[in-house]
């Protein structure tokens, strides 16, 4: 994956700056001397990347060549009149923009337009059928004026974006070979042959807009997380303001089925949040004071009051809205392949109709009348059958709509190209703490030693963990409860082994046993079960040690065994140590998996991996599983939108923090890649039937019509159906 070279020095630096060269976890607990503690050691970075993509493009996007990076670029550039993006067919480009949310009111202009140009079209009909019996001539003249105006109401937005392609480069395109095409079988006094084409054009185009409505369905309720407008509490009143007017601090009203503008705090109330449109769990979440909410959920209780923590462009919505954006820029092969194709295809194609037209009627008694009344029209009926729409619009949709399934199953997928990916995928590495655990530690025994009492212990646990923020620090605490630790000074951390301190004129000590016995303390207790363990010492003695273990997630073992089912080779990789690694691997149904790996050694692990040949998924989440994942084929993020590193570094993010969608993630992966496959078997079969057809018999300008609007409407229902 081409783009996470850019971002290697940045992992690789923060590799190095989590110290593990001495070959043990910076945190300072001993994890049976493994390093799987899930830590984020807060190393910030400086990816030195824009992140906004809103980059200018000179001559406007779409002119010449076109801009062919796949950024969303606010579409702020001409769109053609038939409600859709020009550009963006010609390109293969889908918006996802704010401006552009398609609803029912869009398509009430080509729905009118379609309307009226078949009723002239009709009434066109009636007077040339009467012209037959008239000889005044009048019906026949207005049937050609009904006919004309039938095609201007409906062809003329088409005509124009043609003619504009012209003055800026862009000749060869969908609308220069139905502007010729039908103009042409008017000119040849097919008027309603003509009038058709632009007719069953307009409504493929309708047809695809709607498609691609349907298939943003669940990025554009993703796009709906910002909150415009909140209620904001100033002393004992309330005022209505901008959201992104809110600074930390400020105290917002949110009430029943208001979204929550901010990451926050709820300060008063007790309700239930919908946070399905970020996790895709459709389950609400109960919520009372002091709990922690996030910026674009729903409140589907009672009225509650949110102390604002984060301005919005922080929360993890803001995040998400911009990892789907970025799905824009990654675009798959299959799509890069038919852009390419297209771009030579159609010149060529007005080659060939020029070739068939001009060349076969020099064999003819009469050029001009072999010209007029045989190969031109054949030249213009392989103009039709030639427009490459079908392939064009519906590769790039069936990839947005799969992107658009994963993310209600809780899967990112950064672009169409990493979705591709997932079928070659047959080896998945997957981290542990955080992964298929839940990565919250419970203290489950505190062992003193001989001659110690367990409040002793714990006392000192206390005063150790007391100024540290490691989650297994943090869980010691909980357990020991609140305790008097003023009095503590020097207080300090030895890197990869655990902290110290002097109170009241003692020494202490917690963290591993290498911290121990660099400090000349002999343990001869020395834990030997599964679980993470922080071992205490005061004034260079022993005072015993706190086991702490982790929970497996409730649905690790039906994805492991999902995957599995799927032909998948799962392999857990660890910084715990082996027993604690052997009792997570039976409990979630791994049979391989390797313990005590330092976040250079699952590196290590992947590409040997890579290097036997294997295409290697690994998933993991905190800093520490960055290089790993950086290193992957397809690297995945668990839950990781707070971990800047991690979420650039990975090719794919799981929003709620749960593997559950994964399994899901590759069956639309596969369906993508069969329906896109078929979209272009089908396409260019019926096409090249058609054009042998148009050239070997008489030309039928209407089954040309039918059979490219067809197509294009077959495989934009191949695209988006579910």
Same mark, same amino acid.
């Given at each position: ?26 945190? #300072? &607990?001993?994890?049976?001397? =493994?390093?799987? $503690? %899930? *830590?984020? /050691?807060? +190393?910030?970075? @400086?990816?030195?990347? !824009? ?8 001559? #406007? &996007?779409?002119?010449?060549? =076109?801009?062919? $990076? %796949? *950024?969303? /670029?606010? +579409?702020?550039? @001409?769109?053609?009149? !038939? ?8 390109? #293969? &480009? ?629």
């Amino acid at each position: 994956m081409d783009d996470k070279k850019n971002i290697d020095k940045r992992v690789e630096g923060a590799h190095e700056e989590c110290d593990h060269g001495a070959g043990v976890c910076s945190c #300072g &607990h001993d994890h049976e001397h =493994g390093h799987d $503690c %899930g *830590h984020d /050691h807060k +190393h910030g970075h @400086d990816c030195g990347h !824009d992140h906004k993509h809103g980059h200018e493009h000179g001559r #406007g &996007h779409g002119e010449a060549e =076109g801009c062919s $990076c %796949g *950024h969303c /670029h606010g +579409h702020d550039h @001409d769109r053609s009149d !038939d409600g859709g993006c020009e550009c963006c067919a010609q390109k #293969g &480009h889908v918006d996802i923009s704010e401006s552009r949310k398609l609803n029912i009111s869009q398509f009430i202009k080509p729905i009118m337009q379609i309307a009226v140009s078949a009723v002239l079209l009709m009434m066109a009909a009636m007077c040339g059928f009467g012209a037959k019996d008239d000889p005044s001539g009048g019906l026949g003249i207005a049937s050609i004026v009904l006919h004309c105006v039938s095609y201007v109401v409906v062809g003329y937005g088409y005509v124009f974006q043609a003619v504009k392609g012209v003055f800026r480069g862009d000749v060869f395109n969908e609308n220069m070979l139905m502007t010729v095409a039908s103009i042409g079988a008017m000119a040849l006094g097919e008027y309603a042959e003509g009038v058709a084409v632009m007719l069953l054009y307009c409504i493929g185009e309708t047809l695809q807009d709607a498609a691609i409505a349907r298939s943003k369905g669940n990025i554009v309720r993703l796009l709906d997380l910002k909150v415009d407008r909140c209620l904001r509490v100033v002393g004992e009143n309330t005022e209505e303001v901008d959201s992104e007017s809110l600074a930390v601090g400020d105290v917002v009203i949110v009430r029943r089925g208001e979204k929550i503008p901010s990451d926050g705090v709820v300060e008063d109330g007790e309700s239930a949040v919908d946070c399905s449109s970020m996790t895709g769990e459709s389950v609400p979440v109960a919520v009372s004071e002091g709990s922690e909410v996030s910026g674009g959920t729903v409140n589907t209780g009672d009225t509650i009051r949110v102390r604002i923590t984060k301005k919005f462009e922080d929360t993890q919505a803001s995040k998400i809205l911009k990892l789907v954006e970025e799905a824009q820029d990654n675009k798959p092969k299959a799509q890069k392949l038919i852009t390419k194709f297209a771009s030579v295809y159609t010149p060529a194609v007005f080659a060939l109709a020029l070739i068939v037209a001009f060349i076969p009627p020099l064999f003819y008694d009469s050029y001009a009348t072999a010209l007029t009344e045989i190969w031109l029209k054949k030249a213009l009926v392989f103009l039709v059958i030639s427009c490459p729409c079908a392939l064009v619009i519906s590769i790039p949709l069936a990839f947005f709509a799969g992107i658009g399934k994963c993310s209600a199953k809780g899967v990112l997928v950064k672009g169409g190209n990493y979705l591709e990916a997932m079928r070659g995928i047959d080896v998945i590495c997957m981290d542990k703490t955080g992964t298929l655990t839940k990565g919250v530690f419970e203290v489950t025994s505190a062992v003193p030693a001989a001659g110690v009492g367990e409040e002793r212990l714990l006392e000192v646990a206390a005063v150790c963990e007391s100024m540290s923020t490691h989650p297994i620090a943090l869980s010691v605490l909980r357990y020991v409860g609140s305790r008097d630790v003023a009095g503590i000074e020097d207080y300090r951390e030895y890197s990869g082994r655990g902290v110290g301190c002097t109170y009241n004129g003692r020494k202490l000590l917690g963290g591993n046993l290498r911290l121990m016995y660099d400090n000349g303390v002999v343990v001869t207790d020395v834990h030997e079960g599964f679980g993470s363990v922080v071992y205490f010492a005061e004034d260079g003695k022993a005072l015993g040690y706190v086991t702490l273990s982790d929970t497996v997630k409730e649905d690790a073992k039906e994805v492991v065994s999902a995957l599995k089912a799927q032909g998948k080779r799962v392999i857990m990789l660890t910084g715990d140590g082996e027993k604690t690694a052997e009792h997570v691997a039976n409990e979630v149904g791994i049979e391989e998996y390797h313990a005590s790996l330092l976040p250079e050694d699952k590196y290590a692990y992947v590409e040997k991996c890579k290097a036997e040949g294997a295409n290697v998924m690994f998933v993991g989440d905190g800093l520490n599983d960055a290089p790993a994942i950086k290193a992957a084929n397809l690297g995945v993020c668990v839950g990781g939108l707070g971990n800047d590193a991690s979420v650039e570094a990975s090719d794919m993010v799981l929003s709620g923090g749960s593997v559950s969608g994964l399994p899901a993630a590759f069956v639309v992966a596969k369906t993508t890649k069969n329906r896109v496959t078929g979209n272009i078997v089908i396409s260019l079969a019926v096409k090249l039937a058609i054009m042998v057809l148009s050239i070997v018999f008489d030309p039928m300008m209407w089954l040309a019509v039918v059979a490219d609007v067809g197509v294009c409407i077959v495989a934009i229902i191949n695209s988006v159906r579910r």
